[in-house]
């Protein structure tokens, strides 16, 4: 029995967020928990980024309510950076900013599903699409990959998944939670498919200057123009630039989505703070140096837990090619015994990990697929290398 509305008792929460908080309160007692679990990463914002935030702080101007979709020329520099960093020429009245990317993504699924829409969602997906989607009244279809495909959906797939009330498609890559990218023409080949059949897709694009090796990222309505009409791209500076706390993302949509969505946002939560607003001028339109130096770091983190990972028997992990998430299956070592108990799915396993090797992992279930672990490798070189060999050496014991 429960007070609170059937749509929002709906609402599971946030696993991400759950592992996160626990990890936290284990070391708070004082136990040297090694934490696999949150999606941010280990440094500190750069500095200019910060002092236009201290010398906003002082300024009158940004003491007041500001224009609900976002300051103007925030606004015109996502323009420029758009344009800049995937090639997609769009007008700033195609541009909403948002607390985060995660406002961008609830209100996006708000202004364009009704109930009984259908979103194709390939999994593993990221925790909070579902949700979203459901509290939009519309139902998520998913679209099971694995780690043989390296976590990538074949047009065949999603094209069996379509049905009548099929209206969109959300895509992410770089993806949370398996670092897949999906190369650029299978990006061109999906967008051509969904502008065939008039669907919607959503790609969430937060992840973009996450890539390594010879990855790249293509923005899906540059590759498919004729797409651009019945396309929202997602994005924000929180993983870029280290801003996860600042929280300003941004949807890029027509004009007529973004004029409504905007209307939403008007009576939802008005303007983003304009300290934090001014914070994120200053970071998309300034240089990308601080990005490149942070990708060499997780590149050499990914590089470590990959071959880590891979030498754990039981344990098999693809190589991310971008974000900054590892995702291994542990299926092999379910039902086995581990210091006398026999964890039967993946979020059992990742409880006695954290109870037995004070290292915490985020189980496949919150992503819509058992039997993996989500690890995020945005964490400092020795505590990644020390917290593999913690749990390896527990799961080594498995028989
Ligand atoms: N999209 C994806 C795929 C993410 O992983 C995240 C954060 O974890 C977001 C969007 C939203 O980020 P934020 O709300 O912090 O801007």
């Given at each position: 029995e429960t007070r609170v509305s059937a749509r929002v008792g709906a609402i599971a929460e946030s696993a991400t967020l759950a592992v996160d908080a626990k990890a936290k309160a284990l070391k708070a007692e004082g136990r040297p928990v090694i934490g696999f679990g949150a999606g941010e990463p280990d440094f500190a914002t750069p500095e200019p980024i910060v002092r236009a935030a201290q010398e906003a702080c002082a300024d009158p101007r940004n003491h007041r309510y500001s224009p609900a979709s976002g300051l103007p020329e925030l606004r015109e520099a996502i323009v420029t950076k758009t344009a800049r960093d995937s090639g997609y020429v769009i007008q700033p009245n195609q541009v909403l900013v948002t607390n985060g990317g995660k406002q961008a993504v609830y209100q996006t699924f708000a202004a364009l599903l009704d109930p009984g829409d259908e979103v194709l969602l390939p999994a593993p997906y990221w925790t909070t699409y579902p949700e979203a989607i459901r509290l939009a009244g519309a139902t998520p279809v998913e679209v099971p990959t694995d780690e043989s495909t390296g976590y990538l959906a074949t047009l065949e797939q999603l094209e069996a998944s379509r049905t009548p009330r099929t209206r969109m498609l959300l895509f992410n890559s770089p993806s949370n939670p398996?670092?897949?990218?999906?190369?650029?023409?299978?990006?061109?080949?999906?967008?051509?498919?969904?502008?065939?059949?008039?669907?919607?897709?959503?790609?969430?694009?937060?992840?973009?200057?996450?890539?390594?090796?010879?990855?790249?990222?293509?923005?899906?309505?540059?590759?498919?123009?004729?797409?651009?009409?019945?396309?929202?791209?997602l994005n924000g500076?929180?993983?870029?630039?280290?801003?996860?706390?600042?929280?300003?993302?941004?949807?890029?949509?027509?004009?007529?989505?973004?004029?409504?969505?905007?209307?939403?946002?008007?009576?939802l939560t008005s303007n983003v703070s304009n300290v934090s607003q001014r914070a994120a001028l200053e970071a998309v339109s300034g240089p990308l140096d601080a990005v490149a130096e942070m990708r060499e770091a997780f590149d050499r983190r990914r590089r470590t837990i990959v071959e880590m990972l891979g030498a754990i028997p039981g344990v098999s992990c693809p190589e991310p090619k971008g974000a900054f998430y590892a995702y291994p299956s542990v299926k092999e070592l379910l039902g086995t015994e581990i210091r006398g108990r026999r964890p039967r799915s993946s979020a059992e396993l990742a409880e006695l990990v954290l109870e037995q090797a004070e290292v915490a992992v985020v189980p496949g279930e919150a992503f819509g697929t058992p039997g993996y672990f989500r690890m995020s490798y945005a964490l400092g070189d020795e505590d990644?290398?020390?917290?593999?060999?913690?749990m390896a050496a527990l799961l080594s014991e498995a028989k």
């Amino acid at each position: 029995e429960t007070r609170v509305s059937a749509r929002v008792g709906a609402i599971a929460e946030s696993a991400t967020l759950a592992v996160d908080a626990k990890a936290k309160a284990l070391k708070a007692e004082g136990r040297p928990v090694i934490g696999f679990g949150a999606g941010e990463p280990d440094f500190a914002t750069p500095e200019p980024i910060v002092r236009a935030a201290q010398e906003a702080c002082a300024d009158p101007r940004n003491h007041r309510y500001s224009p609900a979709s976002g300051l103007p020329e925030l606004r015109e520099a996502i323009v420029t950076k758009t344009a800049r960093d995937s090639g997609y020429v769009i007008q700033p009245n195609q541009v909403l900013v948002t607390n985060g990317g995660k406002q961008a993504v609830y209100q996006t699924f708000a202004a364009l599903l009704d109930p009984g829409d259908e979103v194709l969602l390939p999994a593993p997906y990221w925790t909070t699409y579902p949700e979203a989607i459901r509290l939009a009244g519309a139902t998520p279809v998913e679209v099971p990959t694995d780690e043989s495909t390296g976590y990538l959906a074949t047009l065949e797939q999603l094209e069996a998944s379509r049905t009548p009330r099929t209206r969109m498609l959300l895509f992410n890559s770089p993806s949370n939670p398996t670092g897949a990218v999906y190369p650029p023409e299978r990006v061109a080949e999906i967008g051509r498919w969904a502008a065939e059949h008039d669907l919607w897709v959503v790609t969430d694009e937060i992840y973009e200057h996450l890539v390594y090796g010879d990855a790249r990222h293509v923005s899906m309505p540059v590759e498919v123009p004729e797409l651009a009409d019945r396309c929202v791209v997602l994005n924000g500076v929180a993983k870029t630039y280290a801003m996860t706390g600042w929280r300003v993302g941004w949807m890029i949509g027509p004009t007529d989505v973004i004029k409504a969505t905007a209307n939403l946002q008007s009576h939802l939560t008005s303007n983003v703070s304009n300290v934090s607003q001014r914070a994120a001028l200053e970071a998309v339109s300034g240089p990308l140096d601080a990005v490149a130096e942070m990708r060499e770091a997780f590149d050499r983190r990914r590089r470590t837990i990959v071959e880590m990972l891979g030498a754990i028997p039981g344990v098999s992990c693809p190589e991310p090619k971008g974000a900054f998430y590892a995702y291994p299956s542990v299926k092999e070592l379910l039902g086995t015994e581990i210091r006398g108990r026999r964890p039967r799915s993946s979020a059992e396993l990742a409880e006695l990990v954290l109870e037995q090797a004070e290292v915490a992992v985020v189980p496949g279930e919150a992503f819509g697929t058992p039997g993996y672990f989500r690890m995020s490798y945005a964490l400092g070189d020795e505590d990644l290398a020390e917290g593999v060999r913690r749990m390896a050496a527990l799961l080594s014991e498995a028989k």
